[in-house]
C-alpha cells in the first residue's frame, strides 16, 4: 500500500514558556536558524525597543532597525534597508503592526521570520498573512510563515490587559468561522480541509472553555496556544478561511467605515462572532459565548465599544462587501436593514444588557 501523506507548513520551533525571551539567541543557534549570529531584528518604539537592552546581549551580531508602524511603506522601507547586509534571518519583536511588518518584508528579501511577539492581540503571531495599511485603507498580504515563534509569557502579562482581551476574541470567533465554512460546504460546495477546521475549532473551543482569566498564567498559556494554532490551521488551509468569517466580515465593516473610530480587531471580531452565532440560529451558544466574552472583559453590544445600534445595523448589512466571495451567514441570509435590526433586537433580549 502507498504511504500518502502530506507536509504541514509550520514553524520549525514554537516555544511559549515564562522566560523564553532569555533563551532567542541560543535557540536560533541551536535549530540552525542562525549559526553566525548576523540577524536583522525589526522593533518598534515601544514594546520592541524596550525589551533591546534586555535582548541585544544574547544577540552580539544583530543589527537592529526601528520600524515606525504598521504600513505597506514601513515594510517595503524595512525589506529596502536589509537589502544592504547578509543576514540570516529577521527577528520581528513587538506588536501586531511589528511582526506583520516583518514578515512582509522577509518575504520580500527572502528571509525566514523568527516571530517573537510582545502581546497576544491576534492571531496573525503565526499566520501566512501580513495585514498592512495602504493608501487605499487596509490590504491583507499572503507571507510565508515564520520559521519560528518565540513568545515570553512574562512579556505578555507586562502588555496592557486590553491587547490579551482582544487576543480572546479572536480566537473565539474560530469558532463561528468553522460554522461559516461548513454552511458554505453545505451550500455551495466549499471544500473542507479537515485538519486546518479541526485545529481552528479546538483552538477556540479551549479559549472559550478555560476557566481561568486574563491574569492567569494558565489561561495565557492556552490563549498563546490556540493564536499558534489559529495561525498554522490558515496555511494548512492555504488562507484565513479557518479562522474568518462572518464574524470578520463585521469587523472588516467598521474598520472600512469608521476608520477613525474602530476598537481593537478582536473586540469588534469577539462582538461579530456573538451576534453571528445569533443570527445562524444558534442562540443558547450565542448567549454562552457572550457572556463568556463579558467575563473577559470584551464587548458584546456596539455601544461598549462607542456604536449606536443605527451603526451596527450599517455595519452588518455592509459586511458583506469586505470580502467578496466569501460565503457566511451573512451572505445566505442576505438580510435587509429592518431584518437585521429585528434581530438584533432579538439579540439583545437574549444576552441582556
Avoid at 544577540?59 to 532597525?65: C, N
Avoid at 524595512?78 to 520581528?92: K, S
Amino acid at each position: 500500500m502507498p504511504v500518502l501523506t502530506r507536509l504541514i507548513p509550520s514553524p520549525v520551533v514554537v516555544d511559549i514558556r515564562p522566560g523564553a525571551l532569555d533563551d532567542l539567541g541560543a535557540v536560533l543557534a541551536d535549530e540552525r536558524i542562525s549559526h553566525s549570529g548576523k540577524l536583522a531584528v525589526a522593533v518598534s518604539g515601544g514594546s520592541g525597543a524596550r525589551l533591546r537592552a534586555r535582548v541585544a546581549p544574547s544577540l552580539p551580531g544583530a543589527t537592529w532597525f526601528e520600524v515606525g508602524g504598521g504600513t505597506l511603506d514601513d515594510a517595503v522601507r524595512l525589506a529596502a534597508e536589509m537589502r544592504a547586509g547578509h543576514f540570516d534571518a529577521l527577528v520581528g519583536l513587538g506588536g501586531g503592526r511589528i511582526i506583520d511588518c516583518a514578515k512582509f518584508a522577509a518575504a520580500r528579501v527572502g528571509l525566514p521570520l523568527v516571530a517573537v511577539p510582545t502581546n497576544l492581540a491576534h492571531d496573525g503571531l503565526c499566520s501566512p498573512v501580513a495585514t498592512l495599511d495602504n493608501d487605499a485603507g487596509r490590504g491583507s498580504y499572503g507571507v510565508p510563515n515564520p520559521i519560528a515563534v518565540l513568545i515570553d509569557l512574562d512579556v505578555i502579562r507586562e502588555a496592557p490587559v486590553r491587547f490579551v482581551r482582544a487576543g480572546i476574541g479572536d480566537a473565539v470567533s474560530n469558532i463561528s468561522a468553522i460554522r461559516d465554512w461548513e454552511l458554505a460546504h453545505r451550500v455551495k460546495g466549499e471544500k473542507i480541509d479537515g485538519l486546518a477546521a479541526a485545529m481552528a475549532r479546538q483552538a477556540g473551543e479551549a479559549v472559550l472553555r478555560h476557566p481561568g482569566g486574563v491574569g492567569d498564567q494558565d489561561f495565557l498559556q492556552v490563549l498563546a496556544e490556540a493564536l499558534v494554532l489559529s495561525g498554522i490551521a490558515m496555511s494548512v488551509s492555504g488562507d484565513s478561511r479557518p479562522s474568518s468569517g462572518a464574524c470578520h466580515e463585521i469587523n472588516h465593516a467598521f474598520d472600512l467605515l469608521h476608520p477613525r473610530r474602530a476598537a481593537a480587531h478582536g473586540e469588534q471580531c469577539g462582538l461579530g462572532a456573538a451576534f453571528a452565532m445569533y443570527l445562524r440560529g444558534a442562540h443558547d451558544e450565542a448567549v454562552f459565548m457572550a457572556g463568556v466574552l463579558r467575563r473577559h472583559g470584551l464587548p458584546v453590544l456596539p455601544g461598549e465599544i462607542g456604536f449606536t445600534e443605527e451603526e451596527f445595523v450599517r455595519v452588518v448589512e455592509f459586511a458583506p462587501r469586505t470580502r467578496p466571495g466569501r460565503y457566511t451567514i451573512l451572505e445566505h441570509l442576505d438580510l435587509n436593514t429592518h431584518q437585521i435590526k429585528d434581530i438584533y433586537a432579538d439579540y439583545v433580549k437574549a444576552i441582556g444588557s
